[in-house]
């Protein structure tokens, strides 16, 4: 079975930097899109970006527009997210996500998450 993990959170000071990765296994996300989620304790999961497959496009939700830049490795089967310029707000568990984005079920595999701190 076709498994999410992602990696790369951490502790990090306003203004920093992390790298997240997703990585897969068991199958391969060549022809899925990739999208991020994240989830703030007492909040909803909230949309970070996507970057698609076909047609390569990307999007991003507003408050991470030009922090934020996610990417992939279609070859390897690992999605990245680029974290910058943190904030105190973007502190929240982020988890990745594939499938084909369309319908009841737009998302087959679910990653477990990584928690991404940011300190003031």
């Known amino acids: 079975q076709v498994q999410l993990v992602e990696s790369g959170g951490g502790l990090v000071q306003a203004g920093g930097s992390l790298r997240l990765s997703c990585s897969s296994s068991?199958?391969?996300?060549?022809?899925?899109?990739m999208d991020w989620f994240r989830q703030a304790p007492g909040k909803e999961r909230e949309f970070v970006a996507r970057?698609?497959?076909?047609?390569?496009?990307?999007s991003y939700a507003d408050s991470v527009k030009g922090r934020f830049t996610i990417s992939r490795d279609n070859a390897k089967n690992i999605g990245y997210l680029e974290l910058n310029s943190l904030k105190p707000e973007d502190t929240a568990i982020y988890y990745c996500?594939?499938?084909?984005?369309?319908?009841?079920?737009?998302?087959?595999?679910w990653g477990q998450g990584t928690q991404v701190t940011v300190s003031a």
């Open positions: 068991g199958g391969t996300l060549r022809n899925y899109v």
């Open positions: 996500a594939a499938g084909s984005g369309l319908g009841n079920n737009p998302y087959v595999y």
């Open positions: 970057i698609g497959w076909s047609y390569g496009s990307r």
